[in-house]
């Protein structure tokens, strides 16, 4: 487990981060979600001891990581600025890391198979487009067979096939037990890839949560009526059963779900009230919350850069 207790960075006179307080279990994908410049990278830089932090620190399984003896062995990392030799092999490159860290050839050799570059590892770096270099660098972080992996966006650069194999990997590797901090802005990635959530804005913590909970609530029933009339008598009719309803744009219906309700039980009485009041209905159904509109809601107030008219 990684715990990251009171955790503050100062650059000047501006808090990167400020008492940020999160755990990372083992056997589980934690993702680590922030706006652009939320301090998700200096956390983990911070947590790996490649910045000193101004305050708190960052324990894996109750040691901090300047004091642990065999550092590959309890973290692996691949962060975003990793640095290549581009003239250099992605084999000899991973052989450099190894004998510095006294692990042995054979290791290389796994860990290019892993990654699905054992084919290339005689080719220069610096001819290997940004998703072969992110698979290097996952390569050069499981090297030490880490207990523990920080994964600052593994899967910037990658094609489709190599988002979906990252997933897998990344799913994988913490099944055997590790514990994996990933940061992404592929939301509807990690949406499939994170068991848990640590969700940060302008430095502070927002929340940790698991998934489940993350996404909990926010659900609604959608109707889309024929004409206005439809939708304005259902409206009425869904106000005296109790329901809240947002109108859309004439036509449309938004019922909201109630946390913990049955959502078919609505869906059904929803439907049950357009028979009753005789309302000619073109489509119906439940609609949900995805990672990405939950992030959005949860980190509105906390974006430090906008894009222009949002
Ligand atoms: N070496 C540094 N010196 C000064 N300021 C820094 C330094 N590193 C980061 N910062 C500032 O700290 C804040 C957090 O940056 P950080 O890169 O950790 O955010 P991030 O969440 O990883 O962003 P992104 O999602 O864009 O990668 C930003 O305001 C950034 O400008």
Known sequence: MITVEGLSKRYGRHDAVKDLSFSVPDAAVTGFLGPNGSGKSTTMRCALGLDRPTAGRALFDGQEFASVADKTAVAGALLEATWFTPGRSGRSHLKVLARGAGIPDSRVEACLDLVGLGAVGDKRVGGYSLGMKQRLGLAGALLGDPAHLILDEPVNGLDPEGVSWMRRTIRALAAEGRSVLVSSHLLSEMQLTADRLVVIGKGRMIGEYSMEEFLAGGSRVQVETVDT??????????????FE??????????????????????????????????????????????????FLAATSEAQEYRTGGN
């Open 229 to 242: 009339r439809g939708a304005k008598t259902l409206t009425e009719s869904l106000h005296g059963a109790g």
């Open 245 to 294: 309803v947002a109108a859309g744009d004439g036509t449309h219906l938004t019922v909201s779900i109630p946390d913990g309700a049955d959502e078919a039980a609505v869906r059904r009485a929803v439907a049950e009230l357009a028979l009753t009041t005789r309302t000619p209905v073109t489509a119906l159904g439940v609609e949900h919350d995805n990672l990405e509109s939950r």
